[in-house]
């Protein structure tokens, strides 16, 4: 493909991402494609073999924008479970600032296509697999480090907070405020400081983050 028929195809992508993210996958056809992004119906055929293939595209592309953003927001702390903390944060902020119009893209795609096609439904379990293994590892790590039990169970409690979002992300979509999804957070906070061994060392990094939260204020 040559570097302008790359681009074409970026922007295609780049015009759509919203709409998909508003409105999903069956309320995206091809017309609402042709009128947002300004290419024409057989140009859109020359990049995409259809509407499936174009709107999964589209979201992979949402997810790579979304992993660059949790990333940038990580990036700063290495401390793992604070990164952990930074991207739970990072998470509120995004959908704080849309004022949860939307939701989560993923979760929306989830249940309005899983049952209907396969190619979603692989897609989305690779979304919330990665991010489910990129806690892990980071609790994994928490326990080599001696900041939590060994008897923490990583796995479980990788899915509990990645549960906990989409459904705190789900319940403030609704109600447009972030009640919900501030009480999801709270949760886990609780549930990590279940497994957190208390000692010197954590109790200043507790007093650290609690400083540094008044200070945001």
């Known amino acids: 493909m040559t570097e302008k028929g790359i681009k074409t195809k970026q922007l295609i992508l780049n015009?759509?991402?919203?709409?998909?993210?508003?409105?999903?996958?069956?309320?995206?056809?091809?017309?609402?494609?042709?009128?947002?992004?300004?290419?024409?119906?057989?140009?859109?055929?020359?990049?995409?073999?259809?509407?499936e293939e174009l709107i999964l595209e589209t979201l992979k592309e949402a997810h790579r924008r979304y992993q660059e953003y949790l990333s940038q927001n990580t990036a700063?702390?290495?401390?793992?479970?604070?990164?952990?903390?930074?991207?739970?944060n990072?998470?509120?902020?995004?959908?704080?600032?849309?004022k949860f119009k939307g939701g989560c893209i993923f979760g929306n795609t989830a249940l309005e296509m899983a049952d209907k096609s396969s190619k979603y439904r692989a897609f989305i379990h690779d979304?919330?697999?990665?991010?489910?293994?990129?806690?892990?590892?980071?609790?994994?790590?928490?326990?080599?480090?001696?900041?939590?039990?060994h008897s923490t169970p990583v796995q479980e409690l990788s899915v509990h907070i990645i549960a906990a979002l989409e459904g705190g992300i789900m319940l403030s979509k609704v109600t447009k405020n972030a009640d919900a999804l501030n009480a999801a957070v709270r949760g886990i906070h609780e549930l990590l400081r279940h497994y957190e061994i208390v000692n010197v060392n954590n109790g200043d990094r507790h007093a650290h983050k609690a400083e540094n939260k008044r200070k945001s204020i």
């Open 15 to 51: 015009s759509i991402i919203e709409h998909v993210h508003l409105c999903g996958v069956n309320e995206t056809s091809m017309g609402d494609i042709i009128a947002i992004s300004g290419v024409k119906k057989g140009n859109l055929y020359f990049y995409f073999k259809n509407k």
């Open 76 to 88: 700063h702390v290495s401390d793992p479970l604070e990164k952990i903390e930074a991207m739970i």
């Open 90 to 98: 990072a998470v509120v902020d995004y959908h704080t600032r849309r």
């Open 127 to 149: 979304v919330f697999s990665q991010w489910i293994a990129w806690i892990r590892t980071h609790l994994e790590t928490a326990i080599t480090m001696g900041l939590m039990e």
